[in-house]
DNA sequence: GGTAGAACCTACCAAAAGGTATGTGAGAAA
DNA sequence: TTTCTCACATACCTTTTGGTAGGTTCTACC
């Protein structure tokens, strides 16, 4: 009863890593400076259009840095701001829940999609 | 360098708990069982269509339970299951680090915001 | 000379999510 | 008797998000 008074700040938190994308670009990151071709090797899946989008709002937010490495061919890499780094931790309980509950969120979507069928 | 071997639970998470409101439901049914009506004053803006299809979901995935008490007028409400607030728990660090950044936050998207107008 | 790879950009499209407006049936309050 | 409330349903529309398919500019490799 003394976390009811607390505003809720997940629209906040949401508003930065919510959508497809961008908790899985997140984690990858956490390795260290990675170029835009390595991102995409290790998300798998994603397009080059919806990466460089995602990229970009992250940057804006402050929560990754680009660097040009002035080469060319060209030569980028994006890595974790400390404010990026800070919302990575926060992420991490949410990352460790999915994780364990995975066969079973799997199982009861399976349920309600055979049930359309 | 532990956690590179840990998957990425965040999709699992968030196929959940994404969305725009989902979030701020869960937060606001921790008080206890909540009936429809107050859920949506509550949480305040959202439209009666897209919160039935939030609680769907949410008691589908087996979060929320509800409970119709056969009366007429209609008396049925909300709570979490179990498992719906172990999701809660780990919802917490993310929804504090959005408190704690709100105002940066907002000051980063206003940026943003005001080179587009 | 042709091809591949780097890090993007652009136009166009499809799907999903969210929002608005209106309707329902029955009791309770005015 | 009209109006209100409860907990939804339904049709329709807009916005947001994501995806596809091309192109660009330059170097390196065969």
Redesign the pocket.
């Given at each position: 009863m003394d976390r009811m008074d607390t505003p809720c700040g997940l629209d906040v938190s949401l508003s930065i890593v919510?959508?497809?994308?961008k908790p899985l670009i997140l984690f990858h990151l956490q390795e260290g400076p990675t170029?835009?071709?390595?991102v995409k090797r290790r998300v798998g899946?994603?397009?080059?259009?919806?990466l460089?989008?995602?990229?970009?709002d992250l940057v804006e937010m402050n929560v990754l840095v680009?660097r040009?490495h002035q080469r060319?061919?060209?030569?980028?890499?994006y890595s974790l701001t400390p404010f990026g780094r800070t919302l990575v931790e926060a992420l991490i309980p949410l990352c460790e829940w999915g994780t364990r509950n995975r066969a079973t969120v799997a199982k009861l979507s399976r349920s309600t999609i055979d049930m359309e069928t």
């Open positions: 919510g959508g497809k994308w170029r835009f071709a390595d899946g994603i397009s080059e259009k919806v460089i989008q995602q990229l970009r680009r040009d060319v061919p060209p030569m980028v890499d």
